[in-house]
């Protein structure tokens, strides 16, 4: 399996998520010092405090995102390993986060973090989880935006492919679900979009037949407009 990373895109989104967290902290703490110099004057004090609180948190969202590894390129990247030269993987590229190109047709990868039994029934999307702790209830509930995030990333990369490409051979693009949580279990039939654990990926993508995909040559093509 060929895979390209937009590495510069993560090197920028780590460093700020590092320098929001940093900025963030001075920010705080600068802030609680003035307050305690000048007691008589809190507004503006309390005000750069809550923006130094929020900037922190950003950060560490991109941080958790950007800065960590494994990020999630590198989780699904590992479990495609193997794969021939064939399945061609792109990862923050194509306007979407995850794009797979192979003989079974062209995908978009949609990572979703949810644990828990995840199955499809009468139209729902629905996830059931054991009780873990007090902060964590248990129980059935229904999750949402499934088709809604299919429809929009399949559209993102439709039209990404066909700046690159001639209109008479884009390929139809084709969104899959795919769960990363180690204690997610996957138990879904008869839905309009498939759903697949991290794990069980390359496997689900070998089953596939073979379906209408780029000829190589375009994909070729597609690699160097890209620059890589």
């Known amino acids: 399996m060929r895979h390209f990373v937009n590495q510069a895109l ?10 929001l967290v940093w900025g963030g902290l001075a920010i ?10 000048s007691p008589d004057v809190l507004n503006p004090y309390v005000f750069g ?15 958790n995102r950007w800065g960590r590894s494994p990020r999630l390129d590198e ?5 495609l390993k193997g794969m021939d030269e064939r399945f061609v993987f792109f990862s923050y590229i194509l306007r979407v986060d995850h ?15 949810e644990d828990g039994v995840i199955d499809y029934q009468d139209g729902d999307w629905l996830q059931d989880r054991p ?14 935006g499934f088709e809604r995030q299919a429809r929009t990333d399949s559209r993102k990369l439709q ?17 899959i679900f795919v769960f990363f949580h180690p204690d997610a279990q996957i138990q879904v039939t008869d839905s309009p979009f498939p759903a697949v654990h991290v794990k069980k990926l390359k496997a689900w993508l070998r089953k596939l037949p073979k379906g209408i995909s780029l000829p190589s040559d375009q994909v070729d093509a597609l690699i160097a407009t890209l620059g890589y």
């Open 10 to 19: 993560i090197r920028r989104n780590s460093l700020i998520g590092k320098a």
């Open 28 to 37: 705080v703490i600068g802030s609680v010092l003035i307050s305690l110099q």
């Open 49 to 63: 405090g809550f923006l130094g609180v929020i900037a922190t948190q950003i950060g560490t969202l991109l941080t």
């Open 75 to 79: 989780v699904i990247g590992n479990a």
């Open 99 to 113: 794009a797979l190109l192979s003989p079974a047709g062209t995908f978009v990868l949609i990572p979703r973090p």
């Open 131 to 144: 009780k873990r702790g007090l902060l964590q209830r248990g129980g059935r509930r229904s999750l949402s």
């Open 159 to 175: 039209r990404k492919l066909a700046k690159h490409l001639s209109e008479e051979s884009i390929p139809e693009v084709q969104p």
